[in-house]
């Protein structure tokens, strides 16, 4: 278990918005052994505490087969539509209880049909677990607001279907489209068609892209895919050379003062920065899958390691999350914390981060505007 510092503490007081996190990856350890005993599904142990721990230690293992086994298990208990309705009521109960006050909560419905249940079926009973998660944090005097995103599997060829069930429940809780699963050989251009359906719908969109692969699929995401944000993005910084020169027009401060660097940036990187495209970066799982160190050159994956801040000070847009709570064993006030150990932010920058994920989020202009002057009067 890792140590919950006194700037943890504080970060979970204050409000907290969540735009990149999985259903299936967020279930509460004894849930999980609970509903597997009912489903006959069976877990390495039965010990919720043992449970976590194994997760977390396969997700450190740099093994990407090992981090992905706990969706195995996940998956397995939510193929009903009570079960679908408990964990996401717990989802957000558990994003309450660490100060989330604005989430997306995103989920691919194929794997979940595994029962018997449609698609429809399935969106409803995560809506109506999501219902019932913001009434029992608002009879507890909190507050929080919660949009589902659906995936598409890129490695299914179901796309088209789930652009046409977000679609269908745009009015009833989905405000946005994500394509989740293997990234590299999977570009976003094979589901063009799904994408164009969404575009001239007005659906926002999200996709993972830059964490299993590089700038091609960045820009196929932007491209083919339209992504109004970036699921991870970070491997956006294979797009940018940054060179030790002299050149003031084009200088970012790098640690000291007196250190200039020149910044090239190529096309795609250009685009992200400029337009301000959000990065939903998750810092614990970029180390865990491989993506940081894919950028490090020789490998290395520590926090520091992370361009998280690099992008920060070039100008990116960039937002904080967890991607997986249970399998990272993370939450989103221990990855600010951090970060802000990483790279020495105070309050000033980390409700920079909230607000910048606020801004990205698919929810309507009105109700940001609202969420966001309440998370600036909280933490100054
Ligand atoms: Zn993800």
Redesign the pocket.
């Known amino acids: 278990m890792a140590m919950i510092t006194s700037l943890e503490t504080q970060i979970r007081d204050l409000p907290k918005v969540s735009l ?1 996190d ?1 259903l299936d990856g967020a279930l509460r350890p004894a849930t999980l052994i609970e509903l597997a005993q009912q489903v006959g599904h069976e877990l390495p142990t039965q010990d919720p505490e043992e449970l976590a721990e194994m997760f977390r230690s396969n997700a450190d293992s740099g093994d990407l087969m090992r981090y992905l086994e706990a969706f195995a298990h996940t998956t397995a208990v939510m193929q009903s539509a009570e079960n679908l309705r408990r964990v996401a009521r717990e989802y957000v109960e558990d994003l309450a209880a660490d100060g989330v006050v604005y989430a997306e909560v ?1 989920w691919a419905p194929e794997q979940h049909a595994e029962g018997g249940l449609s698609l429809d079926e399935a969106v409803e009973a995560v809506q109506a677990g999501l219902t019932d998660g913001v009434e029992s944090v608002s009879d507890q005097d909190g507050i929080i607001v919660v949009g589902q995103l659906l995936c598409a599997m890129r490695m299914n060829d179901r796309a088209d279907e789930i652009a046409e069930l977000a679609l269908r429940h745009r009015e009833r809780g989905v405000v946005g489209f994500d394509i ?1 699963g293997p990234e590299d050989g999977f570009l976003p251009s094979r589901f063009e068609s799904a994408f164009t359906t969404l575009a001239q719908n007005m659906l926002p969109v999200t996709v ?1 892209a830059g964490e299993a692969a590089g700038v091609d699929s960045v820009r196929d995401a932007l491209v083919s895919g339209r992504a109004c944000r970036l ?2 993005g970070i491997r956006i910084a294979e797009d940018i050379t940054l060179t030790e020169g002299t050149d003031s027009r084009s200088r970012a401060a790098e640690g000291g003062d007196e250190e200039l660097v020149e910044v090239n940036l190529g096309e795609t990187a250009r685009w992200v920065r400029d337009r301000q495209v959000h990065l939903e970066t ?1 810092p614990t799982s970029n180390l865990q899958t491989g993506a940081v160190a894919a950028l490090s050159g020789d490998g290395s994956s520590t926090m520091a390691d992370h361009p998280f801040d690099m992008l920060y000070q070039l100008g990116f847009n960039v937002g904080v999350n967890t ?1 997986n709570r249970l399998v990272s064993g993370v939450t989103l006030s221990g990855e600010l914390a951090a970060l802000a150990e990483a790279f020495d932010y105070g309050m000033a920058e980390l409700v920079d981060f909230q607000i910048n994920a606020l801004e990205a989020s698919f929810l309507g202009y009105e109700e940001r505007e609202a969420l966001s002057a309440f998370i600036l009067e909280a933490w100054q």
């Open positions: 990149h999985h995103r989740a993972h699921g991870h998750s991607d």
